[in-house]
């Protein structure tokens, strides 16, 4: 049994649209689409989630591994992981973010995809994002190669490895283990069982993160709307996206361990 080949060309959402690892960190300009229209969809998206959470720990490690010794993944070193070319964004986890402020706090852009908007037109995201340059190349690629490589982030040490359920061809939900299988790297190399195990914890232990990060996005903020009598918009949120692609300033509340940091961002910045 081989694990399923994910395109290479990637283009996200966030998570129950995303298809690869790094995808989800990666933004595709004007591909923002909100899941959550109403205040009572909150609750069922914390659910879903919840649910992925609960089959994520359901996930047998033992076949994983299999897995990964099976495809025997070898990085080429090309870099065009870390490009728009092959990716969107890095979406960085609350770690990671600590390990950001050391490196250069400037990188620390709001992610993209806004998952929420109240009335009022202020946007709302799970977490931070690595800027990009112009080109689309992240901020710490350098002549192919990453400057910080030592204190990369959790996506970058993860990726093309990955544990999540994608919708397949056959209208069914599946699990994808390798991002972009085929289209990058090399394959068939020898990797010892401690390599395999060593792989399969760490992606594992990426992707609860992540889970129970965008849990507690949602949780916080189905409070906060609450509290503050605000509620999600969808038209509201269309017009502001439009205002955002044409230029102008909006207002993105990044929730960043366990608050929301309010920021002022423009298109240009992506
Ligand atoms: S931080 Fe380094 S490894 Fe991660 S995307 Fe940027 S250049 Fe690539
Ligand atoms: S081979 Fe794949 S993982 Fe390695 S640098 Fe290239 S795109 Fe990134």
């Known amino acids: 049994m081989r694990p399923e080949a994910i395109p290479g060309t990637l283009n996200h959402g966030c998570m129950h649209t995303r298809s690869t690892p790094k995808e989800k960190y990666r933004f595709i300009p004007g591909d923002a689409v909100p899941s959550i229209t109403s205040l009572r969809a909150i609750p069922q998206k914390i659910e879903e989630l919840s649910r992925e959470l609960e089959e994520l720990s359901g996930f047998p490690e033992e076949k994983f591994i299999w897995i990964i010794r099976d495809v ?29 402020l050391r490196v250069d706090a400037g990188a620390l852009i709001p992610a993209p995809d806004f998952e929420l908007c109240d009335q009022h037109g202020n946007f709302y995201v799970s977490g931070y994002a690595l800027r990009c340059r112009e080109n689309g190349d992240c901020i710490f690629l350098e002549d192919k190669r990453c400057r910080i490589y030592a204190q990369r982030f959790r996506i970058c040490r993860v990726y093309p ?78 017009q502001q996206m439009r205002e955002f692609e044409r230029g102008e300033a909006v207002t993105v509340y990044v929730f960043d361990r366990g608050a929301l940091k309010r920021h002022r961002v423009r298109r240009q910045e992506y």
């Open 161 to 238: 490895y990955m544990l999540h359920r994608e919708w397949g061809e056959d209208g069914m939900h599946d699990w994808r283990q390798i991002a972009g299988l085929n289209e990058h790297g090399e394959y068939h190399a020898h990797l010892s069982e401690e390599e395999c195990r060593c792989i399969a914890d760490e992606t594992t232990s990426y992707e609860r993160d992540f889970l129970e990060k965008e849990i507690a996005f949602y949780t916080f903020c189905l409070a906060f709307f609450k509290q503050n009598n605000l509620r999600p918009v969808r038209k509201v949120y269309d």
């Open 72 to 100: 025997g993944f070898s990085c080429t070193c090309c870099g065009r992981c870390c490009t728009r070319e092959f990716n969107g964004h890095v979406f960085l986890l609350d770690d990671d973010v600590e390990r950001c």
